[in-house]
């Protein structure tokens, strides 16, 4: 009796330790991207695969405290270009976080399943392009 209870309890032990682990999304930094005079901007996505059940890619854009308010554009850039999908704004620190809902995103760019949250920033000294990590998006 003591064996089973024994086993019971570590098996109920694993199971809760293997379920915790593995259904978790994992979210990713971007690298830093110098845009001129000092000014350098991050882009954060919460995950690097999205499957066929997700609703939106969130993500949100930082700078290092270096820059002056940036105007912003942000899309999803594809092999084929970018979508006509895009959120516009301004940040001088960190942007909420965001989101590209997948119900809105153009269906001819669905063929590829690798893409990248793309931001435009600029202000009157400094302007450039600033990419997030490259995401899989099971469509």
């Known amino acids: 009796m003591k064996k089973s209870s024994i086993f019971f309890t570590s098996l109920v032990l694993i199971v809760s330790i293997l379920g915790f682990t593995s259904g978790k999304a994992e979210a990713a930094m971007g690298n830093w991207h110098s845009i001129g005079n000092g000014c350098k901007v991050r882009v954060w996505v919460d995950a690097y695969t999205y499957s066929k059940k997700a609703t939106s890619i969130d993500w949100y854009a930082q700078t ?55 931001l435009y920033v600029k202000n009157s000294k400094v302007s450039g392009h600033v990419q997030s990590h490259t995401i899989t998006v099971n469509w």
Request: glycine share 6%.
């Open 64 to 118: 290092n405290g270096k820059c002056s308010t940036l105007n912003y554009t942000a899309s999803l850039a594809v092999s084929e270009g970018y979508s006509d999908y895009e959120i516009k704004g301004t940040f001088s620190n960190r942007t909420p976080t965001k989101k590209f809902y997948i119900s809105k995103l153009r269906k001819e760019h669905f063929n590829q399943k690798r893409v990248a949250v793309d």
